[in-house]
């Protein structure tokens, strides 16, 4: 056992996503005037929050593991550290995390966080991902926090904003994991996992990944609609949302299912990150964004 099993059962690659959009939605609250003591007090909270539910689902999810192609070299399939390591440290990871963002943020921060490591641990890994095809709807709550938890950090409010966010990125994840199960299929096969593409077939997925792009398009417009954000985010946002439902569209007539499903995730992670910077970049009070139209 070393440092690297450490960092490795935390899945550093998830918890550098999840700061990108902490980081937009703390921004988008900010509105200019960033306190930078406090973003990084969310960030690192955030982060040890989102470690811990790692571990814990790594610890879940040992079982089966094994069974799939991408993740039979995890550190618990591996028996790089024991079960019992593992809980403690996952465990650790969580209090610091959430006692970090309770007294350095506030208590609503804390509990978003609270919240989306319930339904991940929880209703997700314990419980529905194995167990129906729904998991992924579900689960996608829980990726859906980040971006509430640094915006309720500055705002210290569960307003319109705040819900545009969840809705937001939680419409992103469906297609995002969706388009992971089609180029990965065989490996949710193997460890019979009801993923939609594997429980109803390719087809079906593809219609969902349709719609939820759409969904999620006129979700992210609503940011600028509601007062939050100014023209060069609904810009970005309508552009890059109107690519990825072109992307989407031609996956009917993809003559490699796996190759088209690698671009639509490809590009999903582009999507997110333009948006989260630009959340940032271009977040005004509502007065302001009136002001605009009214020129």
């Known amino acids: 056992m ?8 935390t899945k550093p690659g998830i918890i550098f996503g999840n700061v990108l959009s902490v980081a937009g939605g703390f921004f988008l609250a900010s509105k200019g005037h960033v306190d930078f003591a406090l973003f990084l007090a969310v960030v690192i909270g955030t982060s040890l929050v989102v470690a811990s539910g790692c571990v814990f689902n790594n610890c879940i999810d040992r079982d089966i593991d094994h069974k ?19 809980l403690v440290y996952a465990t650790l990871l969580g209090v610091a995390g ?3 963002l309770y007294v350095q943020a506030n208590p609503l921060s804390a509990f978003c966080a609270l919240i989306g490591f319930i339904v991940y641990v929880g209703f997700y ?10 998991g992924t709807l579900v689960g996608s709550l829980s990726g859906a926090m980040p971006p509430v938890i640094g915006y309720c950090a ?23 994991s969706f388009a992971i199960a089609i180029f990965r299929f065989k490996d949710y096969s193997a460890a019979n996992i009801p993923v939609l593409p594997v429980a109803r077939g390719v087809l079906a997925a593809k219609k969902q990944i349709v719609l939820y792009v759409l969904a999620f398009l006129l979700a992210t417009l609503m940011l600028t609609l509601g007062g939050y954000a100014g023209l060069g ?15 989407a569209w031609g996956g009917y007539k993809a003559e490699d299912d796996s190759k088209w499903a690698r671009k639509v995730f490809g590009f999903s992670i582009l999507t997110v990150t333009a948006l989260s910077v630009m959340m940032g970049v271009d977040s005004q009070t509502a007065a302001d964004v009136l002001m605009t139209y009214a020129r």
């Open 154 to 176: 500055v705002s210290n409010s569960f307003d319109l904003a705040a819900v545009t966010l969840l809705v937001m990125f939680s419409l992103w994840q469906m297609p995002h």
């Open 68 to 86: 799939m192609e991408r993740t039979k070299n995890r550190v618990m399939v591996q028996g790089g550290m024991s079960l019992t390591l593992a």
């Open 125 to 134: 890994s314990l419980w529905l991902k194995r167990k129906s095809v729904h």
């Open 233 to 247: 985010y609904l810009a970005v946002a309508a552009a890059m949302g109107l690519y990825w439902l072109y992307m």
């Open 2 to 9: 070393s440092v690297k099993h450490f960092i490795q059962i």
């Open 98 to 100: 959430f006692s970090l």
